[in-house]
């Protein structure tokens, strides 16, 4: 299985609204990151959790609020956000053992995010 | 922090012709270098990588070469099909989280 999960594929919110996106894998990967991508444009990155802890926050704003509930698991809060957040949000893994090289980066399909 | 240049920006092939995305990067401690193709609607796809220890490495008709002392390196795609229209990435990366990514090059194959 070398796939990394994500749901759902669209959301559309509006500016009071909270939402969480989720996202899963299973090939056992210990590094988890949240990217953010508009449109014509590479990923950027938001967060990173490695072994289960934050240990990137790419100064994002408070209303994106990351979560590793465990080494399969990410979600990412989303709360009283404005219309340009709409993007494409993108969820990676990699397997965080190799600490010489970098690494293989897997990336889910990504939630297409619409904020009215 | 590393800069990664990639040109060029558009391109167009007929169908059964060559192409090739060319990458640049700033930081000598770089040391691995993948390439990532996005279909519409899609996320990025990891399609080949290379690792600073080697110059060359193929797979079918995608190859990737890469000169460390001139800190560049380059995808090719040989006899192109219309299914390869795609965006393209490069990206750099060392020990650690960063990636490093490419402005990404529009391919158009022409049936």
């Known amino acids: 299985d070398t796939e990394v999960t994500q749901t759902p594929k669209h959301l559309v919110m509006g500016m009071t609204n909270k939402k969480s996106l989720k996202c899963e894998q299973h090939?056992?990967?210990?590094?988890m990151y949240w990217y953010k991508q508009k449109a014509k444009k590479p990923p950027e990155l938001m967060f990173v959790y490695s072994y289960e802890k934050l240990s990137i926050n790419e100064s994002v704003p408070s209303r994106f609020s990351p979560e590793c509930p465990n080494s399969s698991l990410l979600n990412l809060h989303l709360h009283a956000l404005q219309p340009e957040d709409s993007a494409l949000y993108l969820c990676?893994?990699?397997?965080?053992?190799?600490?010489?090289?970098?690494?293989?980066?897997?990336f889910g399909s990504g939630t297409q995010l619409s904020v009215l | 922090g590393e800069n990664v240049e990639q040109h060029p920006s558009t391109l167009s092939v007929q169908e059964g012709d060559s192409a090739v995305i060319k990458c640049t990067y700033s930081?000598?401690?770089?040391?691995?270098f993948p390439w990532y193709k996005q279909e519409l609607g899609k996320g990025p796809q990891l399609i080949i990588d290379i690792r600073s220890n080697v110059g060359e490495k193929k797979d079918q008709r995608i190859a990737v070469t890469l000169n460390k002392t001139a800190k560049h390196f380059s995808l090719h795609i040989t006899e192109t099909q219309p299914e390869d229209s795609a965006v393209y990435f490069c990206a750099a990366s060392r020990s650690g989280n960063q990636f490093y990514f490419g402005t990404g090059t529009s391919l158009t194959v022409i049936p």
């Open positions: 930081d000598s401690a770089s040391n691995y």
């Open positions: 990676a893994s990699s397997q965080e053992t190799n600490r010489d090289w970098g690494e293989k980066l897997f």
């Open positions: 090939m056992g990967h210990r590094a």
